[in-house]
């Protein structure tokens, strides 16, 4: 642990993974840092998540990902390409991502609670504050910050990260107030489960389902892959009643609650074979109403306050991709914060390069995550698997395959010429 070196503050607004992923990279670069979270704890709530080479080599560059390798009990990262199969009734794979030149293809599937705990004993406890709901942001004469909690208490800070997640209260400070206007609902509702792959071979799967897998169908798809060593299956359920194209008005609240396993077993009754099974097996899932920010922030930083992650370009999870475009943001953010040159002075140039290269690159994941959706539960309806392999074809390469180093390295040599 290093102790603070730098000549500013920094409220970090949320402990979720990218909020713990950017207060170590913060702490490490010599920041005075304090996260708030409005939970008791970091969080025990949550599901499975895929990353893939881009997010795995953000982690590297902060200097976490072996300690979440080993709490999930992986040696490596591994091949994590995605292969696509009729949920419907037919159990051959008909699209390999091999096949259509997808490489680059390392990934790992990560419990974001283990996730957590992997990264928790990498911070002095001494820089969290839990049960704190920030409530607003305000700038003062001075320029410093002043953030209120829903306990009555407030906070002073030079730079606020709002890593708030989807409903990010941070976002208005940015955007303006109306941005709750952004949140489109996609129409489709995800069931989470975890189910262990003993009993799904006992229940007659027979396919390779230690595999990444999407199961897909007209309406509806399955996306499976294995987490914990190949124990369990991590199953997310897409249903889509909406039957809409376009996005839809923000759902109410709660976003997330446990149902009934009996409406994931009406939604697939349709299906025959493995991908039915699965879905039979979920036991009281936890469903999401999935919701995209959309349209898309122009911007992700305003005067000192930045967004990372969800709160900044919160998109489907059709790409798998969401918290490893926040994992980029994070590397990028403490890499160009952390900098030796950034100081009180100049953090605004630190500040506009991180917005450079993070709006654009981040925002056309948003955009694919969008598309892709459409995709898979086009098929059945508008594709068939001929079309499908091509609609298929090249989605993920350029979301998993960017050279984030590369070009993190050369924004930080733009820093050092702009600071000078
Ligand atoms: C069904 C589904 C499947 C997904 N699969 C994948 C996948 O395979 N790969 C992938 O990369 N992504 C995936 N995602 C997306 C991924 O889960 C998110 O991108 C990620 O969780 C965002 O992390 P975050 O830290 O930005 O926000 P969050 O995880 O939302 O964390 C925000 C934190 O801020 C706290 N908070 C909120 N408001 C306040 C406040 N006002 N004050 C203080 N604290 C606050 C919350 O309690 C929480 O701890 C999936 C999402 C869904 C819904």
């Known amino acids: 642990m290093t102790s603070a070196s730098k000549d500013f503050s920094v409220a970090i607004i949320g402990g979720g993974m990218c909020g713990l992923a950017c207060a170590i990279g913060l702490v490490n670069a010599g920041l005075d840092v304090q996260v708030f979270e409005a939970a008791s704890t970091f969080g025990q709530v949550g599901a499975g998540v895929a990353i893939g080479l881009n997010a795995i080599r953000a982690l590297e560059g902060l200097g976490v990902m072996k300690a979440v390798l080993t709490r999930t009990h992986q040696p490596k990262p591994t091949q994590f390409l995605f292969n696509f199969l009729a949920g ?20 790992v599937g990560v419990y974001r609670p283990a996730f957590l705990e992997a990264l928790m004993p990498l911070l002095d406890p001494k820089h969290v504050q839990f049960n704190k709901r920030c409530t607003s942001v305000g700038r003062l004469s001075s320029g410093r910050y002043f953030l209120r909690f829903d306990d009555g208490t407030s906070h002073e800070t030079d730079l606020v990260i709002g890593a708030d997640g989807i409903r990010s209260v941070i976002r208005k400070a940015v955007v303006g107030e109306n941005s709750g206007e952004r949140l489109g609902f996609s129409g489709m509702y995800a069931y989470r489960g975890l189910i262990p792959i003993d009993i799904l071979r006992a229940a007659g799967v027979k396919t390779d389902i230690e595999q990444p897998l999407g199961w897909l169908g007209a309406g509806k798809h399955i996306i499976t892959y294995p987490i914990r060593d190949n124990k369990i299956l991590n199953v997310v359920a897409f249903l889509n009643p909406h039957n809409n194209i376009e996005l839809l008005p923000e759902r109410p609240l709660p976003w997330t609650e446990v149902r009934d396993s009996q409406e994931v077993v009406d939604g697939y009754s349709d299906w025959e074979g493995d991908g039915k099974i699965i879905a039979s097996h979920l036991e009281n899932p936890s469903r999401w109403s999935i919701h995209t920010l959309y349209p898309p922030l122009e911007s992700f930083v305003k005067d000192r306050v930045v967004l990372v992650g969800d709160a900044a370009h919160g998109m489907l999870p059709h790409l798998g991709a969401g918290v490893g475009q926040g994992f980029e943001d994070v590397y990028a953010l403490c890499r160009l914060v952390g900098h030796p040159r950034t100081n009180k002075r100049n953090l605004d140039v630190a500040l506009a390069i991180y917005d450079e290269i993070r709006v ?27 079309e499908m392999r091509s609609e298929l074809t090249g989605m993920y390469e350029p979301v998993w395959s960017h050279n984030l180093m590369a070009e993190v390295d050369v924004a930080l040599q733009r820093l050092d010429k702009e600071v000078n």
């Open 88 to 107: 419907t009734n037919d159990e051959q794979i008909f699209h390999y991502f091999e096949s259509s030149g997808g490489k680059n293809s390392e990934g």
């Open 360 to 386: 654009p690159r981040a925002n056309m994941v948003l955009e694919r995550s969008i598309k892709m959706g459409r995709i898979y539960d086009g098929y059945g309806s508008l594709y068939d698997k001929q």
